[in-house]
């Protein structure tokens, strides 16, 4: 049985991904590895199936550096983001590995499943809930849509969902209003704990949004869990999206993301003396800072979208759909729309 | 402000006005703010955010003094003015907000009995510390070496010529361990 160590320390989001391309490994290949891995973010192998703990000074085993090369084709060819460490494994091991799911592998243990959400602990009361994101990491501000349409949506739909706004103190999170503010108080496995009991999710292109697809759903809950994502023009649809998802996106819309993400890192310069900085890696088309990309999705857009998870479609024909309800576990179906243009 | 003094922008430092009220000046992370005249782009961010939650806070100020007037006529237009001239200052800090939204910038007001006392302020270009994000940290830690027996410290010749990496033999140094400085 081959034995191998797969390293990866890249940012949370990339380590998710991660984990689909070992649980594919073992799918396509049973038996055939034990497997451990080394990466930044333990708290996101907690629970794993498929770790062995193995010495990477055994000279039996192979440290496998991993890594996703097929992004740079990303534009060209139909793959998605889970593709991407699964190639670079087959290609390096001479496996056969494909996916099994279009999303993650994160695990949970009984305890968390059945213990409180993080939002209980602190309430002390079972409150139905979506978790937002409203801003991001300072090396891809491009990614960030403005704060007051971020407020905007949560207004409009304050009094049917309770929203958690979350986010890490090294990064960029601005205050809402009416949030239940956690930022800077989840650890990367509160945050999975927040995200299983959570109703739904809504984010830029970022670590959220993978978590959204690969921690299961709680029973009860519509599978794949809601996810509305303001994605805009970085990033092809086709890498990003997770079925169910709502993905905002405008590749096709304008001529900077006309037929691909264009895979730029800041919508001006920060003056931190990042390479980011540099022109070439700065939106070509801003409105007032805004990319234009981002500057083009509405927060009545966003909404729509959110609203777009209806009851369940076997709702009789002719029957009036029951009304809008996610602040009380209204139990509904998901559509399945894999990506949304922005119209 | 609604006086006849009132300054020519929402954002210019007050402190060297005539008429400045200190008690109103909010501080900026807990501390004093830069000084007058400051440059440099994030301590002129600065300035502008407390100059415009000073103004906040003098609008405050009067506000409260005119509500504990007694009813006379021109009470209520001088409420009526104070509050437009609140909504002004709300409208410029919002402008702030939203102008300097996209270089990462954060100002969030601590505020007691209505007035703003402190402004948070962060940048996107800075971390907690003032530093570029851009520049690499240098973490010391101290890390002893046992010498072979017999062997003490002054019997090495040690020369390590190295980026990152230098012998150091300091006070809090344990006379036995060189230690090793890890970037």
């Known amino acids: ?100 799911r279009v999303a993650g592998d994160i695990h949970l243990s009984t305890e968390e499943k059945l213990g409180p959400s993080p939002v209980e602990a602190i309430t002390n009361a079972q409150l139905p809930y979506w978790i937002i994101v409203a801003g991001g990491k300072f090396d891809c501000t491009i990614k960030w849509w403005h704060f007051r349409r971020w407020q905007v949506v949560v207004d409009r739909l304050r009094d049917r969902i309770q929203f958690v706004q979350i ?134 857009q966003v909404v729509e979208a959110i609203e777009s998870y209806r009851p369940s479609p076997e709702t009789p024909p002719g029957a009036e759909p029951a009304p809008l309800n996610f602040g009380f576990g209204a139990s509904r179906d998901v559509a399945s729309v894999d990506a949304v243009g922005v119209r | 402000m609604t006086d006849k003094a009132t300054p020519p922008s929402h954002f210019e430092d007050p402190r060297p006005r005539s008429d400045f009220d200190r008690r109103h000046y909010p501080l900026l992370n807990g501390q004093e703010a830069p000084s007058p005249g400051a440059t440099q782009r994030n301590d002129v961010i600065k300035l502008k955010f407390l100059a415009v939650y000073y103004a906040l806070n003098c609008e405050h100020a009067r506000l409260a003094s005119v509500c504990a007037q007694l009813e006379t006529p021109g009470r209520r237009e001088l409420e009526l003015a104070t509050l437009r001239a609140i909504e002004r200052f709300l409208v410029a800090r919002d402008g702030l907000e939203d102008e300097y939204a996209p270089l990462g910038v954060i100002a969030e007001p601590v505020s007691r009995d209505g007035f703003t006392v402190n402004v948070n302020i962060s940048f996107g270009n800075e971390d907690a510390f003032g530093r570029l994000r851009s520049d690499f940290y240098t973490i010391t830690a101290i890390v002893p070496v046992p010498l072979p027996d017999g062997i003490t410290f002054d019997d090495l010749d040690i020369t390590i010529d190295v980026p990152g990496i230098s012998p150091c033999i300091g006070a809090s140094a344990p006379a036995q361990s060189p230690c090793a400085e890890l970037s």
């Open chain 1, 1 to 100: 049985m081959r034995r191998i160590i797969l390293t990866n320390y890249q940012a949370p989001g990339d380590v998710v991904m991660l984990t689909a391309a070992l649980r594919d490994l073992h799918r396509c290949h049973p038996g055939e590895f034990l497997t451990d891995v080394d990466t930044d973010w333990p708290e996101l192998w907690e629970n794993n199936p498929y770790l062995t703990p193995l010495d990477r000074n055994d000279p039996n085993v192979q440290v496998v550096e991993c890594r996703y090369p097929l992004i740079e084709l990303a534009n060209q060819r139909p793959v998605h983001f889970v593709h991407g460490f699964i190639e670079d494994l087959n290609h390096q091991l001479g496996l056969s590995i494909r996916p099994a």
């Open chain 1, 167 to 300: 986010g890490a103190p090294e990064h960029y999170h601005p205050p809402l209003r009416g949030v239940l503010d956690l930022r800077r108080r989840t650890s990367h496995r509160h945050l999975v704990r927040l995200v299983y009991h959570a109703q739904g999710v809504l984010c830029p292109v970022t670590f959220l949004m993978h978590l959204a697809a690969a921690v299961e759903a709680k029973p009860g809950e519509p599978s794949p869990r809601p996810c509305v994502v303001v994605a805009g023009g970085r990033e092809p649809a086709t890498w990003e999206a997770y079925p169910g998802h709502r993905f905002l996106h405008t590749i096709g819309m304008l001529p900077c993301c006309l037929t691909g993400g264009c895979w730029r890192s800041r919508s001006v310069p920060l003056g931190d003396g990042d390479r980011k900085d540099r022109p070439e890696r700065l939106c070509l088309d801003t409105v007032n800072n805004l990319p234009r990309c981002m500057d083009m999705i509405t927060p009545e």
